[in-house]
């Protein structure tokens, strides 16, 4: 326990908090049993320290943040953990990397059940399972899901500035006002494509020249340890399942033929629909599907993208598709808090009730003619007119 103690204090001196996203007060932190899942890079665990940096530093003694993947928890049980924390005043339990334990779930309901006066917090990988443990903690955690940064988030990083988040119905009906109280500010053209690019892991601020390094790093991780390890996903494909990626990110975007993809890659169609199911899960790919009936395992994705732009300038730095980093960022900052299915004439069908067309400035409103709620999202205007609004103002939402 002491060496645990002293590596968690060591954490929390190194953690700055002059950035604190604004996720960190959509947590319910009362409750008593709290979950955060997330793909790996989009900043859980300093999202933890700086929590707890915020609100421990009168009495640390209370508190404690273990990552279950470290050497220092080697040869040691949660539950026992727990108990020894409880035993000498422990209040605050922060449990990073459970999906790493195995048997996590059924030690944590032991945990809460024992532990009336302990609260826990814990993060995992976005393939984190909850509601089908048979652990059953779907009664007793609550789960928030942790994507990363907004272009709003890395406009505050970047400058200093603070801007307020808007709804989608705010977008649609205020644009105009919006853009000119932002534009007002500052230019966010001039941060537009850096963002793209190398804004959406928070750890692009650490060093920008090994960005690309860590992400390939993040993305290896995913597929070789996280989805054999979680998934058991047949780790021989996972060079194959990199070249599907390649090409998600060079498409325009990428709609698959299941037939021909599961011959190059010698699997039988059904395995190769759950593998895709799997991507979109690790925070890998968004699959738009036509409409949500039966097991989506099951079915086709209509258009596949890359969870975000920025591993499409990893994945393809020199092929990246203009119109598909378009789609890709309105699919990754909309769909965060927003429902996005297919639509058959236009991009997206967003929420079952608005149909929107993305494109360059140029785009014009032939495509949705007709069709009720549309928008045209024009990337390369400062400002909309209409139902024509800014690619850039979607990232605004969270």
């Known amino acids: 326990m002491e060496e645990l103690f002293r590596k968690y204090i060591e954490k929390i001196q190194r953690i700055d908090t002059n950035f604190v996203r604004s996720f960190i007060h959509d947590i319910n932190w009362n409750a008593r049993l709290i979950g955060i899942k997330g793909a790996r890079g989009v900043g859980k665990t300093t999202l933890l320290l700086q929590y707890m940096k915020l609100n421990y530093s009168d009495n640390w003694q209370e508190s404690l943040y273990v990552s279950l ?103 649609l009906t205020n644009h105009i006002k919006i853009a000119n109280l932002i534009n007002s500010k500052i230019k966010p053209f001039r941060y537009f494509e850096s963002y793209l690019k190398q804004g959406y892991y928070p750890f692009y601020k650490e060093d920008k020249d090994l960005y690309e390094q860590r992400l390939e790093e993040v993305i290896n991780m995913m597929l070789e340890i996280e989805l054999p390890l979680l998934r058991g996903v047949d780790i021989g494909l996972v060079s194959k399942i990199k070249q599907v990626l390649a090409i998600i990110s060079e498409s325009v975007p990428f709609t698959p033929n299941v037939t021909n993809l599961s011959q190059k890659m010698t699997v039988h169609r059904t395995t190769l629909m759950t593998y895709l199911y799997y991507l979109e899960e690790v925070g890998l790919t968004t699959n738009l599907q ?50 996005l299915n297919y639509h058959e004439k236009t991009d997206f069908l967003v929420n079952n009730v608005y149909a929107f067309e993305i494109g360059g400035k140029d785009k014009t409103n032939k495509q949705i003619v007709g069709i009720e709620n549309s928008f045209i999202v024009a990337d390369g205007i400062e400002y909309g007119y209409q139902n024509k609004i800014p690619l850039w103002l979607f990232g605004f939402l969270y």
């Open 69 to 171: 993947d470290s050497f220092s928890f080697r040869g040691k049980t949660l539950i026992g953990l727990a108990d020894e924390f409880v035993l000498n005043g422990g209040k605050y339990l922060f449990l990073d990397e459970v999906h790493k334990y195995d048997n996590w779930a059924q030690e944590l309901k032991n945990i809460y059940d024992d532990h009336a006066e302990l609260k826990v917090v814990f993060t995992g990988s976005s393939l984190l399972e909850i509601l089908n443990s048979r652990a059953d903690l779907s009664r007793r955690a609550i789960v928030y899901h942790m994507q990363g940064l907004s272009f709003r988030e890395y406009l505050e990083m970047e400058t200093s500035q603070k801007f307020d988040t808007f709804t989608l119905e705010d977008i």
């Open 290 to 339: 036509k409409e949500a009936k039966g097991s989506v395992k099951l079915q086709k994705p209509a258009k596949i993208y890359l969870e975000n732009t920025n591993l499409m300038f990893v994945l393809s730095p020199s092929n990246a598709n203009t119109g598909n980093a378009r789609e890709t960022f309105f699919a990754n900052q909309v769909g965060y808090k927003n429902k």
